[in-house]
RNA sequence: GUGGGUGUAGCUCAAUUGGUCGAGCGCUGGAUUGUGGUUCCAGAGGUUGUGGGUUCAAGCCCCAUCAUCCACCCCA
């Protein structure tokens, strides 16, 4: 029979995997809540519209790498390609902004994009994403980057630098476009086949592409950063001044430009060494037109997303495994041992302990085999003795053959403390 | 979506110019009666990703397909 396979680009994340995964996530969480963001989880799917209208119909991700499918009553559903839409939608949605008028929320699950499989990309993905929502302040887009830095040290990751720029606003954006897309035409037979075409569509695109000529024309063209309005100079220069108060090192990228329509001012972008092409690990900006873009009021927001899936990647170059906590393992064998042993087992989990045995049963030294390979700290062996006298043999399996404490025949009643004190010793708790 | 590399045991990899597919690790069992790790012995596990083709003969050559990796594209 043929068997099934996962989808391409979606991956099984294993049980020895997972241990990873709740420990970086449960450090986001820890990172997070320091700073008052509050989780918030949205449906996987939405209408397609909210994408094409967020993200932007000409972008590549609503072109073809959305996933994309008819109800059964025939409107149009989409998996989720990004967190910040389905954010902004339920902020609108609950009329957030008259509950309190500054939201922090963060999110955590997978997205789905319809891009070529590589490394450190796949067609279903986990990001986090982190929102402030309400705040026009340049206090809110350093906010987002304190945070964004402090995610990353919570997990231990290192080995980054951080890229800056400004976008503009409504006011001064169009402007600059136009200037830069005299430039660009003005040096149109240097830039490639797709950058002549972006050109038109999207010139500031033309910035990030990476053919060699491409760079050059990008390199003398005219900088946003030159031409801000005013309000948007002061406050990329306030942006500026409180990284640096918190001694944050970054650099300005002037060519760093968004795929995404809805930025406005401040991008920021995390890029991490060795990950090859996609060494991109969390990236966002400020978004002050998506929220009324959407059907809201005018509500400037600032955000970032980071990618989970390479962050891990990198984690694992360096990280130790997680530690376990030290577990029980109960081996019973003859008769009235197996419920004798059952009701041992209860007890102890009563207490918080790990306890585990082989269901299999099977003989005593198959049992110890599987509480050593399951790395258990104490076995508990119930045979026909113990049962008759009512005791438990513990056998410490961390202590040394000749240590008293190796092995030791303890009444039924004295067992749980017997182990709470030994475990307590053991895990550095107590006095 | 484009270009290229790779698919052999659960994992990492061998297999001469096309000529019976092996090893290490892992897994299971055993080394005298009820005790793990180390050691020794034994065993299980493969239509060589899948489907065609060439040939007396294909893991190896050809075509297709699927998966994966790398680069591009794009992005987190």
Known sequence: MKTIQAIRGMRDILPEQTGWWRRMERQLYAALAQFGYQ?????????????????????DIVEKEMYTFEDRDGSKLTLRPEGTAAVVRSYIENSQWQKEPLSRWYYMGPMFRHERPQKGRYRQFYQVGVELLGAEAPAADVELIDVMLQCMGAIGLQGFTLELNSLGCMSCRPSYREKLQIFLKKNQEKLCDNCRRRMDTNPLRVLDCKVNTCRQVGEEAPKILDHLCQDCGTHFQTVREGIEALSIAYHINHRMVRGLDYYTRTTFELLADGLGAQNAVAAGGRYDGLVSALGGSQMPAVGFAAGLDRILLKLLETLQKPETPESIFVVTRGPGAWPAGLAVMQNLRNKGLVVRSDVRQGSIKAQMKRADKDGARFVLVLGEDEVAEGAVTVKDMKAAPDSADKQKKIARDALTSYLLEKLSVANGVGK
């Not at 799917?45 to 993200?55: A, D």
């Open 39 to 59: 989780e918030i989880r949205t449906p996987i799917l939405e209408p397609t519209e909210l994408f094409k209208r967020s993200i932007g119909e000409e972008t």
